[in-house]
């Protein structure tokens, strides 16, 4: 009951405290096949006069979902490198998307631990202009998904990407990152990487460097370990490292060829003639196969091992039946093999030979008194040096 006394006024303060701060609304315009992308910024969400000295070097970590649901919708995604950078809300918004949502951000301040909430209205539309049927897909192996969520590195990469394409206006339609699609995570050494997708649409054609790129040829290239065909210039490079070998392209130009919709019927097959049904299922009996099927397998078992009791138990021979069964000529061999034995071993315990030093102990285990190393008359040399 003490420790609960103890936590009621911090527990008041803290609603007091969440009371105090309002919660702020954003209302937000996505376009439908476009990429979104909202910064979570630090000062949008602590912007007091007290806290805006320890912005820069403040910890501070979000947490984003639908209104009304524990996640963020299935086309948005959330991303945040490290508590001290900011964070981003990003995605494509599908067809079927389109309308009014709700996404609560609460952001959490790690030193102070201030919380405020942020509400961001969501109205997706259809976008106007028109279509972007010519697209294109690249993998940047030199930056991380949060490096080109920015406007300023995704305006520099369309820059450097129009030298490649047709004239004409390009646009980011999604942008994901090589983790999300399979791509392994890499090793903790500086200069490496994630990579991230990034798709783009134009209402131009295609280049011919970009068809050659995606071509049949470039591709045998690239499974044997070279470098695709490029006929022109890499625009991109150095500031955007592009693997070549993973750039698919996707002309929406030409309509696909529609699969015939199948209707649905009734759910009654066609009169077959040839077809003819049992009215009624005759009865059977199942007592004498479940028994054939218990009973016979048991039997076997049963059979199989009175024999091998009768094998091992009543076939045994003894030793004297085998004696018995021995000629005395092969009896008295193996007598005196045994007795020579016998008489070797006791001539070799009375011989005056010493025991080897690796044999004899260091010490009396029972007094304790150390033995000293005999000489072995064995190492004694037979003739000696005479000056």
């Not at 068809?211 to 890499?234: N, T, W």
Request: charged share 20%; glycine share 6%; aromatic share 8%.
């Amino acid at each position: 009951m003490a420790a609960l006394f103890l936590w009621i006024p911090l527990l008041v303060a803290l609603r007091v405290r969440l009371g105090s701060t309002e919660a702020q609304q954003t209302t937000l315009y996505p376009l439908v096949g476009r990429i979104f992308v909202h910064t979570l910024d630090h000062a949008t969400f602590f912007h007091p006069p007290e806290d805006t000295a320890t912005l820069p070097s403040a910890s501070i970590t979000y947490h984003a979902r639908l209104q009304g649901h524990p996640d963020l919708p299935r086309w948005l995604r959330y991303t945040q490198r490290s508590p001290s950078q900011p964070g981003f809300l990003y995605g494509t918004a599908t067809p079927g998307d389109r309308g009014r949502q709700i996404i609560e951000v609460t952001a959490y301040n790690r030193d102070t631990f201030d919380t405020t909430q942020q509400t961001l209205v969501l109205l997706i539309q259809d976008p106007e202009g028109s279509r972007l049927p010519y697209q294109a897909e690249f993998l940047v192996r030199s930056h991380d998904v949060e490096e080109v969520l920015p406007s300023t590195p995704t305006s520099r990469f369309l820059m450097a990407l129009g030298g490649l394409w047709e004239p004409g206006e390009l646009q980011v339609l999604n942008i994901t990152s090589a983790l999300d699609c399979g791509g392994r995570v890499p090793l903790p050494i500086e200069g490496r990487k994630e990579g991230v997708y990034i798709k783009v649409g134009s209402a131009s054609p295609f280049s011919t460097c970009l068809k050659m790129v995606a071509s049949p040829d470039s591709q045998a290239r690239c499974a044997q370990g070279q470098s695709p065909l490029l006929s022109c210039y890499d625009t991109l490079a150095p500031h955007f490292r592009i693997d070549w070998c993973n750039v698919s392209l996707v002309d929406k130009s030409v309509p696909a060829p529609e699969d015939e919709v199948s209707t649905l019927g009734d759910g009654i097959l066609e009169y077959d003639p040839f077809f003819c049904p049992p009215t009624e299922a005759t009865a059977r009996d199942f007592l004498t196969d479940a028994l054939v099927t218990l009973l016979v397998p048991l039997l076997v078992a049963l059979l199989l091992t009175l024999i091998l009791a009768y094998v091992m138990c009543c076939r045994r021979e003894g030793r004297l039946k085998r004696d018995l069964a021995t000629s005395d000529i092969q009896m008295v061999h193996h007598s005196t093999i045994h007795g020579n034995t016998e008489e070797l071993r006791q001539m070799a315990d009375t011989r005056e030979v010493p025991r080897p030093l690796s044999t004899l102990p260091m010490f009396n285990v029972r007094t304790g008194e150390r033995l000293p190393p005999r000489v072995d008359s064995a190492q004694v040399p037979l003739i000696l040096d005479q000056h």
